[in-house]
C-alpha cells in the first residue's frame, strides 16, 4: 500500500519554531540509537521494537487455532485483563468492529460476542455481566503477566466457579485460554496443573507495549478483525520510523513537537478524535503515555476528549481555560461507511442548507472549525491522520505511537518502560484488606483514614479517642455525644470532639475511678426493700 500516516504540525507553528523543535535532532538521534541498541534505560523491555518483524510464527499460529476453536464452540468470549492487558484489544475491536457489535444477530455478527472483565472491582459489573450470560456458551481468556494482579484475580476467580458449575470441571478446562509469562508466575502454574492452554506474554514487552503479542491477538483473531493485515501495517510503520533522520521521520517529528511544547509550559496532551470507535484508542494511548512519561516530577499529562461530543462539556475550558494544554488529533480521512443529510419540508431546525451532503463531510468542518477556534483560543493543534480505519492502517498507528512514547520519554530523561508508581496504592490496598504482613502498615493507614474522616461509626470514635465502645454508647444514649441513626448504626460528627477531647477522656478517668472506688468501712449501708 502507498498510503501512509499522515502528521501535520501546521497547527501548532506558531507556538513553537521549527528551529525550535529541530534542535532536538540529536537528542532524538540519542533516543534512536538506545532503543535500537538496546542500551538505554529500560534496556529489557524493549521487545517491542522489532515484535512486528520478528514475532513468533508459531505461537501466532497457535493463536488463529484457537480463535477458531473459540469461534465453533462459544457464543461469548470473556476477556478478563486491566491496562495494557485489555485497553488495546479493546481499542482494536471497537475500531474495526460493529459498533454494536455485542447487540447484533449472530447471523450478521458472525463470530462471539466479546466482553471484558477484571479491569474493576465492581460486585454490580461483574453481576450484571453474569446475567448477560444466562444461556449462552462461554469461553475465558485470562491475561496476567503474574497472576496476582487483583482485580483481574478476582474475576477469574469468580468466572472460573462460574464456569465449572455450568460444566463441570474437566469440560470447563477446554474453555479457558490463559495468557501470562512463559516460565513463572501463579497463572503459569495453574495453566500447567490444570491443562489450560496457554499463550505468551513476552518477557522483554510490557503491558502497554503487548497489544500485538497474544495478549491483544487473541481476543482480535476471535472478533474475526484481520489479524494479518494488523501485523503487516505494525511491520511497515517500524520500517518506515527506523528512519534516524528527524526531518524524514513524522514519528519522530511528532515526539520533538510535544516535547517543545512541554518546555514551553503546555503540560496536558489531549487526545482528540472525531468518532465514538476511538475511545477505548485514546484510554489505550492514555496508559502508554501516561506510565510511560509521568515520573520523576516529569511528563504531559494524557487526557482526552471526544469530539464533537465534549465540545459541549469540555469545548468552553479548552477554548478559554488556563493555556497548559495542547492537542493532538487522531482523524481519518475517509469513513467506511457515510450517510447523506436529508431534506426537511418545515425545516423546524433551520439546517436544509446542509441537505445532500454527506455526514462524513459535515464532521469534517466541524474538525476544521474546532481546530481554528482553538489555535485562535491559544491552544497548538497537531494532527495524526490515517487514510481509513482498516486493520493495516490502525497496525500502523499503533506502531507509530508506541515508538514516538520510547524516543519521548527518552528526550524527557526518564525511563519509559518501567512504572514505579503504580506500586503505592498496591501496598496500601493490601494494607487495608488484610493482607498478611502488612500488619504495621495497615494500623498506620487507618489511623490516618481516621483523622482525614468528619463522620466515624461507634468502632472508629473508639479508636480515634482510645476508648471503649461501651463508654461511647453510653455517651450517644445520655445525650453526652451526638449522633445520627442512619438505620444500620450510629454515625458520629468527629469535628465536636475538637474542643473537649481531654474533658472526655478525664470524664472516663472519673468515672472508671468512681466505680472502683472502695467503699469505707465506717459508711453504714442499708438494705432497702
Request: proline content about 4%.
Amino acid at each position: 500500500m502507498n498510503k501512509t500516516i499522515r502528521f501535520d504540525y501546521a497547527n501548532a507553528r506558531a507556538f513553537v519554531k521549527q528551529h525550535e523543535w529541530e534542535q532536538l535532532s540529536p537528542a532524538i538521534e540519542m533516543a534512536h540509537q538506545m532503543l535500537h541498541s538496546r542500551t538505554g534505560p529500560g534496556k529489557d523491555y524493549l521487545g517491542w521494537v522489532d515484535w512486528p518483524e520478528q514475532y513468533d510464527r508459531d505461537e501466532y499460529e497457535r493463536i488463529r487455532q484457537a480463535s477458531v476453536r473459540i469461534q465453533s464452540d462459544s457464543d461469548v468470549l470473556l476477556v478478563i485483563g486491566i491496562g495494557g492487558s485489555y485497553l488495546g484489544a479493546k481499542a482494536v475491536l471497537d475500531i474495526l468492529g460493529h459498533s454494536f457489535y455485542n447487540l447484533l444477530p449472530k447471523s450478521k455478527r458472525r463470530f462471539p460476542e466479546i466482553y471484558f472483565v477484571g479491569n474493576n472491582i465492581s460486585p454490580i459489573y461483574i453481576s450484571h455481566l453474569m446475567d448477560v450470560l444466562e444461556g449462552k456458551n462461554v469461553s475465558i481468556n485470562v491475561i496476567s503477566k503474574s497472576g496476582t494482579t487483583t482485580e483481574p484475580a478476582i474475576a477469574f476467580r469468580l468466572f472460573r466457579e462460574w464456569l465449572e458449575k455450568k460444566y463441570g470441571r474437566e469440560e470447563a478446562k477446554k474453555r479457558i485460554y490463559i495468557t501470562t509469562d512463559k516460565q513463572r508466575g501463579a497463572l503459569k502454574k495453574l495453566a500447567d496443573d490444570e491443562g489450560y492452554a496457554c499463550f505468551v506474554i513476552p518477557d522483554d514487552i510490557g503491558g502497554r507495549y503487548s497489544v500485538l503479542t497474544a495478549v491483544g491477538l487473541l481476543p482480535i483473531a476471535v472478533s474475526g478483525a484481520n489479524m494479518d493485515a494488523l501485523m503487516q501495517g505494525a511491520r511497515d510503520a517500524r520500517e518506515r520510523y527506523m528512519v534516524m533522520d528527524l526531518r524524514d521521520n513524522p514519528c519522530y517529528q511528532y515526539a520533538a513537537i510535544r516535547n517543545a511544547l512541554y518546555r514551553k509550559g503546555k503540560t496536558v496532551e489531549l487526545l482528540v478524535s472525531y468518532e465514538p470507535q476511538f475511545r477505548y484508542f485514546a484510554e489505550w494511548w492514555k496508559q502508554l503515555f501516561g506510565e510511560s512519561e509521568g515520573k520523576d516530577g516529569k511528563g504531559i499529562f494524557p487526557a482526552s476528549a471526544e469530539f464533537s461530543t465534549d465540545l459541549h462539556s469540555l469545548g468552553q475550558y479548552i477554548q478559554d481555560g488556563m493555556r497548559h494544554l495542547f492537542e493532538t488529533v487522531v482523524s481519518v480521512t475517509k469513513p467506511l461507511v457515510d450517510l447523506t443529510v436529508q431534506e426537511d419540508p418545515a425545516d423546524v431546525d433551520g439546517l436544509n442548507f446542509l441537505t445532500g451532503k454527506r455526514m462524513g463531510y459535515v464532521n469534517k468542518k466541524a474538525f476544521e472549525g474546532t481546530v481554528l477556534a482553538h489555535v485562535d483560543g491559544g491552544v497548538p493543534n497537531l494532527l495524526v491522520e490515517i487514510p481509513e480505519a482498516t486493520a493495516y492502517y490502525l497496525g500502523g498507528l499503533i506502531y507509530f505511537f508506541e515508538k514516538a512514547c520510547g524516543i519521548s520519554g527518552y528526550l524527557l530523561g526518564v525511563n519509559p518502560f518501567d512504572q514505579p508508581g503504580v506500586e503505592a496504592y498496591k501496598t496500601n490496598m493490601f494494607a487495608l484488606l488484610g493482607k498478611p504482613g502488612y500488619e504495621r502498615q495497615k494500623a498506620e493507614l487507618e489511623a490516618r483514614l481516621r483523622e482525614n474522616k468528619t463522620y466515624l461509626t461507634v468502632e472508629e470514635t473508639a479508636a480515634y479517642l482510645e476508648l471503649p465502645e461501651t463508654f461511647i454508647m453510653e455517651k450517644i444514649k445520655q445525650g453526652r455525644i451526638r449522633a445520627v441513626h442512619d438505620g444500620n448504626e450510629y454515625i458520629i460528627n468527629k469535628e465536636q470532639f475538637n474542643h473537649h477531647l481531654e474533658e472526655i477522656r478525664k470524664l472516663q478517668e472519673f468515672e472508671d475511678a468512681a466505680r472502683h472506688e472502695p467503699i469505707p468501712e465506717s459508711y453504714d449501708v442499708k438494705d432497702e426493700d
